[in-house]
Each structure stands twice: as C-alpha cells, then as structure tokens.
C-alpha cells in the first residue's frame, strides 16, 4: 500500500508483503527508467533503510533541460524523518549525454558532506539518458 505525503511518496509495510530491495544499479536504473522520456531535469531521492530496503522517494529538484538545484536542508529533513541508513541520488539528463556534470559533481559532493554528518551514506548518484545511464559511483565520479 501507498500513502503519499506531499511529495514523499511511503510505502507502508503490510505483514507478508514483500518489500522492495534495491540492491543493483540496474535495480534503480529499471525504477528510474520514465525518468529518460521528461523534457526537464527531476532529481529525485530515494531513501533506504541499512539493509537497502526501499523507504521513500521525493523529487526534490525539478529544473531547466540543462540543470537542476536542490536544498539540502529538504534532503536532511527527509532522511531523518524516514530514518533512512543510506540514499541514491537519482535524475535525468534530457539532452542525452549521460555523463555527469562539473555541477553534477558539486551537488553530489555537497549532498555527501552533509549525509555524512548525520551518518547517512550516499551509495550513488544515478544519471539517466535517453540511450545509456550513468553511475558516479562506478566511473569513480568525486565524492566516490
């Protein structure tokens, strides 16, 4: 079952129901894959718990086709309310190109220093293009 809270979207435990696991990058990519057909930029947050167990997910930035910002306090605020052990950042490049920016790099270091101060880890951030996507974590992208 679904609640949404806003833009937080919960999913609600019901005894015998399976939780989601993300534990690949294919894993985020199948669940993100929409994300490749929007005109704009939708960075989005997906909340885990320390066993990698789906939480939530929020859109937290929606941008121009070429960039996409964020606040970091709405980042915080929604881990510690979702309690979550770790988060995936996760948004779309509508030009196509699936590397990851100089800005790209930037928000993925300052989303890290500030995880970590409240000992969340930040496992990725996912790119998804048109023809391909792209790990930060696996290209060994800063802060990875």
């Known amino acids: 079952m679904k609640k949404e809270l806003g833009n937080l979207t919960v999913k609600v435990e019901i005894q015998d129901e399976e939780t989601h696991t993300i534990q690949t990058l294919h894993d985020v990519k199948r ?3 929409y994300l490749k057909y929007k005109q704009k930029e939708h ?3 997906v909340f885990l718990n320390n066993s990698n167990r789906f939480i939530a997910d929020k859109l937290i930035g929606l941008g121009t086709r070429d960039s996409v910002g964020f606040d970091l306090q709405d980042l915080i605020r929604t881990a510690a309310i979702t309690n979550a052990g770790a988060v995936i950042l996760v948004h779309n490049h509508p030009s196509g190109k699936p590397g990851a920016t100089q800005k790209d790099i930037e928000t993925t270091k300052d989303a ?14 996912v790119i998804i293009a048109k023809d391909s996507d792209h ?3 696996q290209s060994n992208d800063d802060p990875f």
């Open 31 to 33: 669940r993100y894959e």
């Open 43 to 45: 960075l989005y947050a």
């Open 135 to 137: 790990s930060m974590r």
């Open 112 to 125: 890290n220093k500030i995880l970590e101060k409240i000992d969340v880890e930040l496992l990725d951030h």
